[in-house]
T-cell receptor, first 114, second 112 residues
Framework: DVKVTQSSRYLVKRTGEKVFLECVQD?????MFWYRQDPGLGLRLIYF???????EKGDIPEGYSVSREKKERFSLILESASTNQTSMYLC?????????????FGPGTRLTVT | KNQVEQSPQSLIILEGKNCTLQ??????????LRWYKQDTGRGPVSLTI?????NTKSNGRYTATLDADTKQSSLHITASQLSDSASYIC???????????FGTGTRLQVFP
């Protein structure tokens, strides 16, 4: 079974703090994604990566950065957390074989910025 | 603009009953459509994935249909169980990319 794990289930940070959210997958997937999920808005893509050290902006990258130093690990960084970044953050991974569409999600990290 | 709309927003049914959730999309070019189940406080888990040529796909008590002409999909749940209580999210993939367009979900509650 594919396993995607996230470093924390719940996180509380103060405004202005630097926040790291870690995601690890154990299936040697090339593609990894970071989403945020807010009530009434559905999941929105923040950043994604198709390979080590490679990153692409998603739909809402402002205020975020990412790092992918190893294939299995994809980190989301909030350089200076703000209250409007309070949200559920979901990591996902997928294999890059054409026609293979499955994205596997982690359990999520609920971040509260006060 | 690529969009996925789901209805109803929420639904309450009694255990053992059937229900149908709806998804309409305006995504072009269409690649595939997925239904995910998301338990409260958890990540989404895939139920079905359908490409353009498929119009029905089942996964146990879950049956998804796809009408690519009208750009509509439905998820039918048979003989509901308490464990079916969750949000069900319709997701469409555009073109030949791995970028997904998410609906806002239908929140289903099954009561005994």
């Amino acid at each position: 079974d594919v396993k995607v794990t996230q470093s924390s289930r719940y996180l509380v940070k103060r405004t202005g703090e630097k926040v790291f959210l870690e995601c690890v997958q154990d299936m040697d997937h090339e593609n990894m994604f970071w989403y945020r999920q807010d009530p009434g808005l559905g999941l929105r893509l923040i950043y994604f990566s198709y390979d080590v050290k490679m990153k692409e902006k998603g739909d809402i990258p402002e205020g975020y950065s990412v790092s992918r130093e190893k294939k299995e690990r994809f980190s989301l960084i909030l350089e200076s957390a703000s209250t409007n970044q309070t949200s559920m953050y979901l990591c996902a991974s997928s294999i890059s074989t054409p026609g293979s569409y499955e994205q596997y999600f982690g359990p999520g990290t609920r971040l509260t910025v006060t | 603009k690529n969009q996925v709309e789901q209805s109803p927003q929420s639904l309450i049914i009694l255990e053992g009953k059937n229900c149908t959730l709806q998804c309409n999309y305006t995504v072009s070019p269409f690649s595939n459509l997925r239904w995910y189940k998301q338990d409260t406080g958890r990540g989404p888990v895939s139920l079905t994935i359908m490409t353009f040529s498929e119009n029905t796909k089942s996964n146990g008590r879950y049956t998804a249909t796809l009408d690519a002409d009208t750009k509509q999909s439905s998820l039918h749940i048979t003989a509901s169980q308490l464990s079916d209580s969750a949000s069900y999210i319709c997701v469409v993939s555009a073109g030949n990319t791995d970028k997904l367009i998410f609906g806002t979900g239908t929140r289903l509650q099954v009561f005994p």
